[in-house]
Structures are given as C-alpha cells and as structure tokens.
C-alpha cells in the first residue's frame, strides 16, 4: 500500500512511525510539497503586505480627493446666510438635529458624507496658520437645505 492510495487506513500514534507511512513516497512529491509550503508562506506574506499598503494608499486617496473636490465645498456660514441666520444659529440647528455633534463641530454618524474637514490657512499679522475648517460638501447642500427648507425655513430672496 502507497501514501497515493486513498483507501489507506489512517494510523493512530501508537501504530507506527512518520517514516512507516511516508517510505513509499517518492523524493519529487517531497520537494512539491515543500516547494507548495514555502510558495503558500511568500503568498500570504505579500497578500498581508498588500493589504497593509492598500490601507495605506486609501487614506492617501481620500485626503487628495477632499483636497481635489474642496472647491466645491461652501462655508457653514456661507450656508447659513443662504437661509438669513448667523453661523451659530446654523451650526446649534444642526446640533439640535443630531447632524453635528453636540461639544465638537464634527458631523455626527451617517452624516459624514455632508461635510468635509479641509486645512486651511489663514495669515495672523505677519504669520499664517493652518487650521481645520468644517465645510458643507454638495450632498450636504441638498441635504442641510431640504432639511431646513421642512422645517420652515427659507432662503433669502425666495418667498415666503
């Protein structure tokens, strides 16, 4: 009986040793198993490496995409004069709403997607600073506007 027959019985430990069941088989289905071990190893390792980078690379893509599309983006207090009020009574409905979180100004989940966080600088005197500054993407637009637009609210210049 050879390791290639199917119909071998399986021995326990105390049946036999290693080189019992394994002294029929030939050395170049040896080698192939081992060459089969070591190519499984270098997949996994490269595959895990890939994956690294990949998470990598999305990050890098996502901050270039905020930085592509950030001439789209219009100011929260840009928004809020669309509609007559000030930033801070745009920003506390928002809050109030459950769109902006309550003690930070970041978008609450599910709401991600209408802002975007773009650095910014801005001159102090005869020095700048960058800042990071909450701006309404387009879905944003649409969403903040039909959202106060139910409540009741307005733009200016359209009726009443």
Same mark, same amino acid.
């Not at 595959?47 to 990050?59: G, I, W």
């Not at 930085?67 to 207090?77: G, K, V």
């Given at each position: 009986?050879?390791?290639?027959?199917?119909?071998?019985?399986?021995?326990?430990?105390?049946?036999?040793?290693?080189?019992?069941v394994i002294k029929d088989v030939d050395v170049d289905v040896l080698d192939l198993i081992d060459h089969v071990a070591t190519?499984?190893?270098?997949?996994?390792?490269?595959?895990?490496?890939?994956?690294?980078?990949?998470?990598?690379?999305?990050?890098?893509?996502?901050?270039? +995409? #905020?930085? /592509?599309?950030?001439? =789209?983006?219009?100011?929260?207090?840009?928004?809020?004069?669309?509609? &007559?009020?000030?930033?801070?009574?745009? +920003? #506390?409905? /928002?809050?109030?709403? =459950?769109?902006?979180?309550?003690?930070?100004?970041?978008?609450?989940? &599910?709401?991600?997607?209408?802002?975007?966080?773009?650095?910014?600088?801005?001159?102090?005197?005869?020095?700048?600073?960058?800042?990071?500054?909450?701006?309404?993407?387009?879905?944003?637009?649409?969403?903040?506007?039909?959202?106060?637009?139910?409540?009741?609210?307005?733009?200016?210049?359209?009726?009443?």
């Amino acid at each position: 009986m050879t390791a290639h027959d199917t119909n071998m019985p399986l021995k326990s430990a105390g049946e036999g040793s290693l080189f019992e069941v394994i002294k029929d088989v030939d050395v170049d289905v040896l080698d192939l198993i081992d060459h089969v071990a070591t190519s499984t190893r270098i997949a996994v390792r490269q595959a895990r490496n890939a994956k690294a980078q990949l998470t990598d690379y999305q990050s890098k893509a996502e901050k270039y +995409d #905020r930085y /592509l599309n950030s001439s =789209n983006l219009i100011t929260r207090e840009s928004m809020a004069k669309k509609f &007559g009020m000030t930033q801070h009574t745009f +920003d #506390r409905i /928002l809050r109030d709403n =459950n769109v902006l979180c309550k003690d930070r100004r970041l978008a609450r989940k &599910g709401f991600e997607h209408w802002f975007a966080v773009v650095h910014e600088e801005i001159q102090m005197g005869r020095h700048s600073k960058w800042v990071e500054v909450l701006k309404v993407t387009p879905a944003g637009l649409d969403g903040i506007g039909d959202m106060l637009t139910n409540m009741g609210y307005r733009t200016v210049g359209e009726g009443a």
